[in-house]
């Protein structure tokens, strides 16, 4: 897709602010996932400019993904090093290619809305659960890392937050609370929702910064320190910097380990990619289209270049999109600016980054949370009926209690049954009339009629009274199963007669092998029969 300069201003702020939420969670991922910690920043480079560039989304953000950890950390350990384990990533990209080229992606068209509106707003109470001990100075967990049960298998998300209030900063507190009134006043003001200079991330992020070097100059106990801070490695110089990259280990090609853990990695990153992407189409307020098949060709470059100088594999991930979204971005412009900034940052200004506190991230962060998992979106969803809000609540809470691709599998299940039942429902539209004569019915099949039609349809003929007229109208169908064309057949020959039902056929295509009674439907008229018209 064509890179624009259009909103240029627009969607370079968005990008700085999509840079300083992306910064830590880069660190996070890397140190979660057992990586070089600059490993995360090269993803994130390569996410935000390559996949940026070549991606058609608008909105999307990639970089290394949350979901991917526990299969990162896992696949280094067996491959038995980090080299070994980037020969997995390049190939991983190759299978993304690959897949893209045979048109997988077209598999996120049937994601369900009711499911993507559940992932978004489980991913919304993650971040808030996640963040508030970041926003109070517990940061005993990582950045990015969005398990509900911890590394160490005794605590959960819960837990957590009972630690948190046992061990509260007040110095973090304040720069919270500072940072989260920065934020409100500059989605709230008008006069502040004007200033397109400076986006209200970026100025909290400065007042934190700020607010903890006044601390720090004045000996205040309220001062955080290195271990409440974003954790930036600092090389000593450029021949260090260059230590930070690394090569992957070309005999892994012969390694049957890689080649599962590739596959493993192409198959999972692909998923979620697409699961963000059908998300970043929903937050777009423009609702503008972008191909599953090309997201996967990009992300399966970025994936091929990360892997081939020491970065972990990327998605396209839900927080950087809600980010850059809720930042006001209008093109892809916003993702490339903040992998720009991800590579000077790491270049030019590493101690000075090293300096923010991660409880002014925490805010933000939090602000992002709320939006997804708004009060607002359950009442939404409520009101569409249960049959919608039923996957969306399952959605939410398995996201939350297990991960984004276990969440999303239950939501999916819960969905196809109420998808199921509905479409049995909607095998036909039924009309009845009473008349001195009895029962006159129209049965008009839909445009497509599965097996999964069958038994409603052989409920409503077994339950027809006897001495009645219907008409069975397949004028506008495209397509009947065998199974429900069999049941019509029997129903025609056998069943009506006992009976003596009177059927008329309508609009059933010659390879139906079932004769029409009438030819047009100018012959319900013709025949006197009455039947119902309108549906």
Avoid at 411 to 435: D, P, Q, T
Wanted: hydrophobic residues 50%; contains cysteine; glycine residues 8%.
């Amino acid at each position: 897709m064509k890179l624009t300069t259009k909103y240029f201003r627009t969607d370079v702020l968005s990008g700085v602010v999509v840079f300083l939420v992306a910064l830590p969670l880069c660190l996070g991922i890397a140190l979660a996932s057992g990586a070089p910690l600059f490993s995360g920043i090269i993803s994130g480079i390569i996410g935000g400019i390559v996949v940026g560039y070549l991606s058609q989304s608008h909105l999307s953000v990639s970089g290394p993904a949350a979901g991917l950890t526990a299969i990162v950390l896992a696949a280094i350990t067996t491959l038995g090093s980090f080299e070994t384990f980037l020969m997995a990533v390049v190939l991983a990209g190759v299978l993304q290619l690959l897949l893209g080229f045979i048109k997988a992606g077209t598999i996120s068209n049937y994601f369900p809305s009711n499911v993507i509106e559940g992932m978004l707003t489980g991913i919304g109470i993650i971040i808030i659960l996640k963040q508030l001990p970041h926003a109070v100075g517990y940061d005993a967990d990582n950045e990015g890392d969005f398990a509900f049960i911890e590394k160490d298998g005794t605590e959960n998300s819960f837990s957590s937050l009972i630690d948190a209030a046992n061990s509260m900063q007040p110095g973090a507190v304040l720069i919270t609370l500072v940072s989260v009134a920065i934020l409100i006043a500059f989605m709230r003001i008008s006069f502040l929702k004007k200033i397109k200079v400076l986006p209200g991330g970026l100025v909290a992020v400065v007042a934190g910064l700020v607010i903890n070097e006044i601390l720090v100059a004045t000996g205040s106990s309220l001062a955080l320190t290195k271990s409440h801070l974003v954790d930036l490695p600092i090389p000593a110089s450029a021949a260090g910097f260059l230590e930070q990259f690394s090569l992957p280990d070309w005999k892994g090609l012969l390694n049957y380990n890689v080649w599962i853990t590739a596959l493993t990695l192409g198959i999972v990153a692909s998923i979620e990619t697409l699961l963000s992407l059908e998300a970043a189409g929903k937050m777009d307020p423009y609702k503008r289209f972008a191909s599953g098949n090309v997201e996967l060709k990009a992300q399966g470059v970025g994936n091929i270049l990360s892997g081939l100088i020491g970065g972990i594999p990327m998605t396209s991930v839900i927080v950087r999109t809600t980010a850059n979204a809720t930042s006001g971005a209008r093109t892809k412009l916003s993702a490339i600016t903040h992998g720009v900034l991800l590579l000077l940052a790491v270049v030019a200004i590493p101690t000075l980054l090293n300096k923010i506190p991660l409880a002014t991230l925490a805010a933000i962060l939090i602000l992002i949370g709320y939006k997804l998992a708004s009060p607002k979106v359950f009442r939404h969803m409520w009101h569409s009926g249960l049959s919608q809000f039923i996957p969306f609540m399952a959605t939410v809470l398995a996201v939350v209690f297990t991960d984004l691709l276990k969440g999303v599998g239950i939501g999916l299940a819960v969905s196809i049954v109420f998808i199921l039942r509905g479409n049995m429902k909607l095998a036909y539209f039924f009309r009845k009339e009473e008349h001195h004569a009895g029962a006159r019915i129209r049965m008009k099949l839909a445009q497509e009629v599965s097996f999964l039609n069958k038994a409603a349809i052989k409920q409503t003929l077994a339950h027809l009274p006897e001495n009645s007229q219907i008409l069975i109208d397949a004028s506008d169908t495209v397509y009947i199963d065998h199974d429900v064309l069999e049941l019509l057949r029997d129903f025609y020959s056998v069943s009506a007669a006992e009976k003596n039902i009177k059927v008329d056929l309508l609009g059933f295509k010659d390879e139906y092998r079932i004769e029409n009674t009438m030819s047009h439907v100018g012959d319900i008229e013709d025949n006197g029969a009455n039947y119902p018209k309108n549906f």
